[in-house]
């Protein structure tokens, strides 16, 4: 049990980015008031969690539904990961768990940025959404490994919320290169993670014979 809360913490912490999220809203509410920048991070982040809860909780309905494999998710989801990662590892923007060039800026036109761009894609994106369905079907219906893999959903997505609170001083205190540093670090972690999904799904598939 400690393994699974361990490997769906660290496959959260990295797809829902609390420190790129961090960044980016410090980057765009630098002119707001303080009680409108927590009352934006409250509402993205109550978002947020909807959006992921409600994969959580249809994303074996959904797979089901469209006759998908969980060697098929493994493979997939572990197929993203790792571009995802390899763009942290080389800090590149990636639409996978930042926003696109032109999604932020449409954001800097926005009054409130609390459902897009920071909900959705900034912390709720593709990665963030791909972990939760992959991480839940890996449980294969064991209720106990469930209710971990939401339970450290819900830890990460508390961290975000006290990132975004603090986002102006991390901002200060890490700067770019220290972000990039974390970002780095974490990249590295999600490749291995990401590398193990694939093994796991192409071991599962039957393609290969088990000796």
């Given at each position: 049990?400690?393994?699974?809360?361990?490997?769906?913490?660290?496959?959260f912490f990295v797809t829902l980015?609390?420190?790129?999220?961090?960044?980016?809203?410090?980057?765009?509410?630098?002119?707001?008031?303080?009680?409108?920048?927590?009352?934006?991070?409250?509402?993205?982040?109550?978002?947020?969690?909807?959006?992921?809860?409600?994969?959580?909780?249809?994303?074996?309905?959904?797979?089901?539904?469209?006759?998908?494999?969980?060697?098929?998710?493994?493979?997939?989801?572990?197929?993203?990961?790792?571009?995802?990662?390899?763009?942290?590892?080389?800090?590149?923007?990636?639409?996978?768990?930042?926003?696109?060039?032109a999604e932020t800026q449409?954001?800097?036109?926005?009054?409130?940025?609390?459902?897009?761009?920071?909900?959705?894609?900034?912390?709720?994106?593709?990665?963030?959404?791909?972990?939760?369905?992959?991480?839940?079907?890996?449980?294969?219906?064991?209720?106990?490994?469930?209710?971990?893999?939401?339970?450290?959903?819900?830890?990460?997505?508390?961290?975000?919320?006290?990132?975004?609170?603090?986002?102006?001083?991390?901002?200060?205190?890490?700067?770019?290169?220290?972000?990039?540093?974390?970002?780095?670090?974490?990249?590295?972690?999600?490749?291995?993670?990401?590398?193990?999904?694939?093994?796991?799904?192409?071991?599962?598939?039957?393609?290969?014979?088990?000796?």
């Open positions: 049990m400690l393994e699974v809360a361990a490997v769906a913490f660290t496959t980015g609390p420190i790129e999220a961090a960044a980016m809203f410090a980057a765009l509410t630098q002119n707001r008031p303080t009680k409108q920048r927590h009352s934006m991070a409250l509402r993205a982040i109550l978002v947020a969690t909807g959006i992921l809860l409600t994969f959580a909780v249809l994303g074996d309905w959904l797979l089901r539904l469209l006759g998908i494999s969980l060697a098929a998710l493994q493979t997939a989801g572990g197929i993203l990961l790792l571009l995802i990662a390899i763009d942290m590892v080389f800090a590149r923007d990636s639409g996978g768990i930042t926003t696109t060039n449409e954001a800097t036109q926005k009054q409130d940025i609390s459902v897009f761009p920071l909900a959705t894609p900034l912390i709720a994106g593709p990665g963030a959404i791909a972990a939760v369905i992959l991480l839940i079907a890996n449980a294969q219906g064991d209720w106990g490994t469930q209710l971990i893999v939401i339970a450290a959903l819900l830890a990460v997505l508390l961290i975000t919320l006290s990132a975004l609170f603090g986002a102006a001083y991390i901002q200060k205190v890490l700067g770019v290169a220290g972000q990039h540093v974390v970002s780095r670090i974490f990249g590295v972690l999600l490749c291995a993670l990401a590398v193990q999904f694939m093994f796991n799904g192409i071991g599962q598939s039957g393609l290969f014979p088990s000796s």
